[in-house]
């Protein structure tokens, strides 16, 4: 262990690739205050004193969902008392009030998959946003969604994410992810699409110029070197295609979860997500940015991932669903006065990603 260690330090220190058992010792070693050092590192060599926000809007449009994923508490069954589906009166009220927000500069649309709703429904929100805001970027939509899209109306997935892109969708979303192992997909998401499949559709988006984020949600039933398999997995297809802006850590949230009541889960604690940031940091050395998605963290924790390597703060949000219905209690808004305090009060610079492409911008 000591030599693995000797060497991971080595490459650390003059910023060259880890590998699988360097990673893992790295994780083992459990030097949280190294590991935040090396990552604040990393950080500051690719976006120097720089962290982003972004003034942005959330739109969940269903939360019917023919998947039955163990590890969601947002989804129901279609009539269930809590399930919702917007149609486009609903989302064009939503848009023209997100249109008052000053400086608004995304649009962020994912759902559940609703059984009865095909393709033509969530290209003609894509469609509605463009109109409505023809300036802001739309982020929309992970490769679950895609996929069925891909098999609701007999497309392939370069077809769909061709279609979508033509009609304003900007970037993909990085969630259903979750953990690429097939042994424990098995058990948290049966229904899901794949690891390969998901690796598929990202590898398409990008070719067509689809940009996209990436994640992984870790602290269910996962093994720690299943969580590095995932991230290299991510890392080789970054290697290939170059197409991934962000990557972001979900950490599982157990409760109303079936996934958590079976396996009697905890939500990991504080010191395991900032670990875990530091070594994503330092594994992922081919990404320029890493968020942190502050309602599943908490602001507490996301404030402190900056110095743990995260550059990123995520949006303003406006409204949030999904998380919130595992029971998560931080706020579903945030101004963007207070997400600059935040970052200044770490002694960084706060940049608004404003507008399509322009990240790094100041806001000042
Ligand atoms: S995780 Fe997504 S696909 Fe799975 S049940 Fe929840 S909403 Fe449906």
Redesign the pocket.
């Known amino acids: 262990m000591e030599k693995i260690l000797k060497s991971a330090r080595k490459k650390i220190s003059n910023f060259e690739r880890l590998n699988f058992d360097e990673i893992i010792a790295l994780y083992e070693e459990n030097n949280l205050l190294y590991l935040a050092e090396s990552a604040r590192r990393v950080k500051e060599r690719k976006s120097g004193r720089k962290v982003f926000y972004t003034i942005n809007r959330h739109i969940n449009l269903t939360?019917v969902?023919s998947?039955?994923?163990p590890?969601?508490a947002?989804?129901c069954r279609s009539g269930d008392e809590k399930s919702f589906t917007l149609e486009l009166d609903d989302v064009e009220k939503i848009l023209l009030d997100a249109k008052t927000v000053d400086g608004l500069s995304e649009i962020h649309i994912v759902s559940?998959?609703h059984p009865n709703k095909n393709f033509d429904y969530y290209l003609d929100v894509v469609k509605l946003t463009k109109k409505i805001l023809p300036n802001v970027k739309i982020a929309a939509f992970t490769p679950?969604e895609i996929a069925n899209f891909a098999e609701k109306s007999n497309q392939s997935y370069e077809e769909i994410l061709t279609t979508l892109k033509n009609f304003g969708v900007t970037n993909l979303l990085g969630g259903?992810a979750e953990i690429f192992s097939p042994r424990v997909r098995e058990i948290i998401?049966p229904k899901?699409i794949d690891a390969e499949t998901w690796l598929d559709i990202m590898r398409t988006a990008h070719k067509i110029g689809l940009k996209s984020n990436a994640s992984m949600l870790y602290g269910h039933i996962e093994t720690i070197e299943e969580r590095i398999e995932h991230l290299i997995k991510l890392r080789e297809l970054q290697d290939e295609t170059g197409g991934f802006q962000t990557m972001l850590l979900f950490p599982f949230q157990p409760l109303n979860t079936e996934l958590g009541a079976k396996f009697n889960l905890q939500r990991v604690g504080a010191w395991e997500d900032l670990k875990m940031l530091a070594i994503t940091r330092l594994t992922l050395d081919n990404f320029d940015h890493m968020k942190s998605f502050w309602v599943m963290l908490t602001m507490p924790i996301a404030q402190l991932s900056l110095g743990f390597g995260a550059d990123d703060l995520g949006g303003t949000i406006g409204e949030e669903k999904i998380i919130h219905a595992a029971g998560v209690s931080t706020r579903k808004n945030i101004s963007v006065d207070e997400l600059k305090k935040i970052i200044r009060e770490v002694g960084y610079e706060a940049c608004c990603t404003n507008f399509i492409d322009c990240r790094g911008v100041a806001d000042e």
């Open positions: 939360n969902c998947a039955n994923c590890l969601c947002f989804q559940a998959l679950v259903g998401c899901k």
